[in-house]
């Protein structure tokens, strides 16, 4: 199993620009997350999905949205980026009230 | 509020000794709580986790302990090696329909040799 893959790795973007990351795992979870760490502030939860065709808001959403189509992947979308939005990006994903398994990271600067 | 509070922020050991980290919780109603080692660079990974009922786990040389009643927890790594720098992460689950999951800040430990 490969677990919990991010892609891309690593991104740089021009404020005003827009992108995807895409999330996909393959362990059958129906819980999956997005996260966004910077330094001295922990991982903060940006969105996350309780199963495919289901969303809701964590604690930072705004500048964010993300789509559930399909049950193993989970994508999150910047429409117009910002350099607040510079940050590293992690996905996760769990049963309910599962351990949460995390992706490797995809590392985002915005310019 | 719920919240997590871990102590200290950073910590600095010499290979081979013992050190504990700490976690408070005011979070409620309580669902699990879970350690989490996160190396530089890539993503948490599971090391531990206690229910209410539950109050010491051991995954190697990591042993968590949960005291619920005080709402706090602990993590002693024995006999410290280089790979053990990271960050810690204690997270605490809300049991509701909610299913918040609260992170703490991490401790960052660095191993000297």
């Known amino acids: 199993n490969a677990g919990v893959t991010q892609t891309p790795k690593f991104r740089v973007l021009k404020t005003g620009q827009s992108m995807t990351l895409l999330c996909a795992q393959d362990m059958n979870h129906e819980y999956m997350y997005w996260y966004r760490q910077d330094p001295g502030m922990g991982l903060r939860l940006i969105h996350y999905?309780?199963?495919?065709?289901?969303?809701a808001k964590g604690e930072v959403p705004d500048g964010y949205n993300v789509s559930r189509l399909k049950k193993q992947n989970f994508l999150l979308g910047l429409e117009s980026a910002a350099p607040s939005q510079t940050s590293v990006y992690f996905c996760?994903?769990?049963?309910?009230?599962?351990?949460?398994?995390f992706g490797p990271g995809t590392r985002l600067l915005v310019l | 509020k719920n919240q997590v509070e871990q102590s200290p922020q950073s910590l600095i050991i010499l290979e081979g000794k013992n050190c504990t980290l700490q976690c408070n919780y005011t979070v409620s109603p309580f669902s699990n709580l879970r350690w989490y080692k996160q190396d530089t660079g890539r993503g948490p990974v599971s090391l531990t986790i206690?229910?209410?009922?539950?109050n010491t786990k051991s995954n190697g040389r990591y042993t968590a302990t949960l005291d619920a009643d005080t709402k706090q927890s602990s993590l002693h790594i024995t006999a410290s090696q280089l790979s053990d720098s990271a960050s810690y992460i204690c997270?605490?689950?809300?049991?509701?329909?909610?299913?918040?999951?609260?992170f703490g800040k991490g401790t960052r430990l660095h191993i000297l040799p």
């Open positions: 997270v605490v689950s809300v049991s509701n329909r909610d299913d918040k999951i609260i």
């Open positions: 999905s309780v199963g495919e065709g289901t969303t």
């Open positions: 206690m229910t209410f009922s539950e």
């Open positions: 996760a994903s769990s049963l309910r009230y599962g351990t949460q398994y």
